[in-house]
């Protein structure tokens, strides 16, 4: 089992709509949540770190629910410019190391 | 102003060749890393360094070795190239290990294909 777990995907969605990502991690000893975005042959960048209490920036809204080790990630509004793969990764802050879900794949459509 | 770079971008060779991928960044971090992104997408750790000491060193064959002359500096260097090292590699850079939200930035990717 994988130690972050995403739904591939893809997700296909209209523009306007909301779309949620769901994630989940295994490793309790997991300290810090974020999502990242890449795009196709780009690097991943950092979209939003995740909070317990929930955080949003704009039209993305970030939940961590550390009991039940699950992460997501909710999108309002889609624009055509959020196409991309949204990656949840998680670090243990030892050593600073990321380890990152297998990305869900995000299509918005006109 | 680039701030995580790496050369080159894109790297044909045979198999059995050795090769090095450079990478600097100019923001005065403190750590850096080399990361594996495989045919499926999957983004996997391979090493770190902390002021041109190794931290973290996956399991990784011994055929990759980094190499930091400077902390602005990783280089990667592959020995004896298989099929199966054709990925794109990515540098990050942080500026430090611990602060649970210390953003690490990407390189754009070196594109290696083995053939």
């Known amino acids: 089992r994988k130690e972050v777990e995403q739904d591939p995907g893809p997700f296909n969605v209209p523009e306007g709509a909301t779309v949620a990502f769901n994630c989940t991690y295994s490793?309790?000893?997991?300290?810090?949540f974020f999502w990242y975005r890449q795009d196709c042959r780009k690097e991943p960048k950092l979209l939003m770190s995740?909070?317990?209490s929930g955080n949003e920036d704009g039209r993305f809204t970030a939940q961590l629910n550390r009991a039940s080790q699950y992460i997501s990630l909710l999108i309002r509004d889609s624009k055509l410019s959020d196409s991309a793969t949204y990656l949840c990764?998680?670090?243990?802050?030892?050593?600073?190391?990321?380890?990152f879900g297998q990305g869900t794949e995000l299509s918005v459509k006109p | 102003d680039t701030a995580v770079s790496q050369t080159p971008k894109y790297l044909v060779t045979q198999m059995g060749n050795d090769k090095s991928i450079k990478c600097e960044q100019n923001?005065?971090?403190?750590?850096m890393y080399w990361y594996k992104q495989d045919s499926k997408k999957f983004l996997k750790i391979m090493f770190s360094?902390?002021?041109?000491?190794?931290?973290i060193n996956e399991t990784v064959p011994n055929r990759f070795s980094p190499k930091s002359p400077d902390k602005a500096h990783l280089n990667l260097h592959i020995n004896s190239l298989e099929l199966g090292d054709s990925a794109v590699y990515f540098c990050?850079?942080?500026?430090?290990?611990?602060?649970?939200?210390?953003?690490?930035?990407f390189g754009p990717g070196t594109r290696l294909t083995v053939l």
């Open positions: 990050a850079s942080s500026k430090g290990l611990a602060g649970g939200t210390d953003t690490q930035y």
């Open positions: 490793n309790s000893a997991s300290q810090s």
């Open positions: 995740v909070y317990s």
């Open positions: 990764v998680v670090k243990r802050n030892q050593g600073g190391k990321l380890i």
């Open positions: 923001l005065g971090h403190d750590t």
């Open positions: 360094y902390n002021n041109k000491e190794l931290i």
